[in-house]
């Protein structure tokens, strides 16, 4: 389907822009921020953006590869997801790139449309390295001959195929706390909420059930409640 995207985009779409590609060598600059560039990155970057990362690029990216690969996944942690995710974005930051993490959706996206083995991330990496390497920082005109109907196609077909993961869970608490967390971030548009409200829901059932253990466990021998007698 990509394939025949640029094929229609090139055949049917404006190709002016492509007049702009200018192949050559450019290197990456090194240049390190600023101590107010942190202070920056920690307000608008960083804060807003760790519902996001640690539910969808951690939490929801390990188990999603359980689900496809099983055993074979045991190496996706939540602390080698962020491990990687902190050195790429050391990496990115210093080199004046933008930030990067993990994503459920893509692990998704890779397996439902057959990328399955650890080549096809050499693959595209390869293709991307040499797009940034060799067009001389301006692809965008190359990138853009892809039509917007294609992206959509590919989109909604991996958006379905993900959504279809809800199915594992199980008992009606669980679903029912899936669903307000949906409901709260469609509503609001702010994921931080329904990420907060879900952690709260779960933890205060657990904080309940823990409670009644304690009760069931402190109470004296020979309650009332527990010894009444026999009606006669």
Request: proline share 6%; hydrophobic share 55%; with cysteine.
């Amino acid at each position: 389907m990509l394939i025949f995207g640029l094929g229609a985009g090139a055949f049917l779409g404006p190709i002016e822009g492509l007049a702009q590609l200018r192949l050559g060598l450019a290197f990456p600059s090194l240049g390190l921020p600023s101590l107010s560039d942190f202070s920056t990155a920690l307000l608008i970057l960083v804060i807003p953006q760790v519902p996001l990362t640690l539910g969808n690029a951690v939490f929801a990216t390990a188990d999603t590869a359980r689900s496809y690969f099983g055993a074979k996944a045991q190496r996706v942690t939540h602390r080698g997801l962020l491990t990687t995710m902190g050195v790429a974005n050391l990496a990115a930051g210093a080199l004046g790139g933008v930030p990067v993490c993990h994503g459920s959706g893509g692990v998704t996206a890779h397996f439902r449309l057959g990328a399955r083995i650890g080549g096809a991330n050499l693959m595209i990496g390869s293709v991307f390295l040499a797009l940034a390497l060799f067009v001389d920082g301006n692809v965008l005109p190359l990138l853009s001959l892809i039509p917007y109907p294609v992206l959509g196609v590919m989109l909604a077909f991996v958006g379905l195929q993900h959504a279809l993961l809800v199915r594992d869970l199980r008992g009606w608490l669980n679903i029912a706390v899936a669903i307000l967390i949906a409901v709260v971030t469609l509503a609001t548009s702010n994921l931080a909420l329904g990420f907060a409200l879900g952690i709260a829901l779960l933890q205060g059932r657990k904080l309940v059930g823990a409670l009644g253990r304690l009760a069931v466990a402190l109470r004296p021998e020979g309650h009332p409640r527990q010894n009444r007698p026999t009606p006669l």
